[in-house]
């Protein structure tokens, strides 16, 4: 199985940062694309931001200019810094990863328990 835990997440002030991260472990042979998605209380989950295994980033609108995607293969980790947060990213961001755990295997989804972020006006 695998296994995706993210920290970071926290209380902050609007305009402040924050830096989330995620790492997979388990049975894994590649990763293939990581990265972010968010949950506002009452809306679908959306995505923030994902990124390959080459460095291959994707923003939502919302994201542009102010997080930042990054990710280290070696660590089977990724990154979420946050910047210029506003009260309307509240949410709980939830890390996905599209894996492969042989590689005779398909990529499968996988999914963190999730991490609240608060900004408070």
């Known amino acids: 199985q695998v296994q995706l835990v993210e920290s970071g997440g926290g209380l902050v002030q609007a305009g402040g940062s924050l830096r989330l991260s995620c790492q997979a472990s388990?049975?894994?042979?590649?990763?293939?694309?990581m990265g972010w998605y968010r949950q506002a209380p009452g809306k679908q989950r959306e995505l923030v931001a994902t990124?390959?295994?080459?460095?291959?980033?994707l923003y939502a609108d919302s994201a542009k200019g102010r997080f930042t995607i990054s990710r280290d293969n070696a660590k089977n980790t990724v990154y979420l810094q946050m910047n210029s947060l506003k009260p309307e990213d509240t949410a709980v961001y939830y890390c996905?990863?599209?894996?492969?755990?042989?590689?005779?295997?398909?990529?499968?989804?996988?999914w963190g328990q999730g991490t609240q972020v608060t900004v408070s006006s």
């Open positions: 990124i390959t295994s080459g460095g291959t980033a």
């Open positions: 388990g049975s894994i042979f590649s990763i293939n694309r």
């Open positions: 996905h990863g599209i894996v492969r755990t042989t590689y005779r295997s398909y990529d499968s989804t996988y």
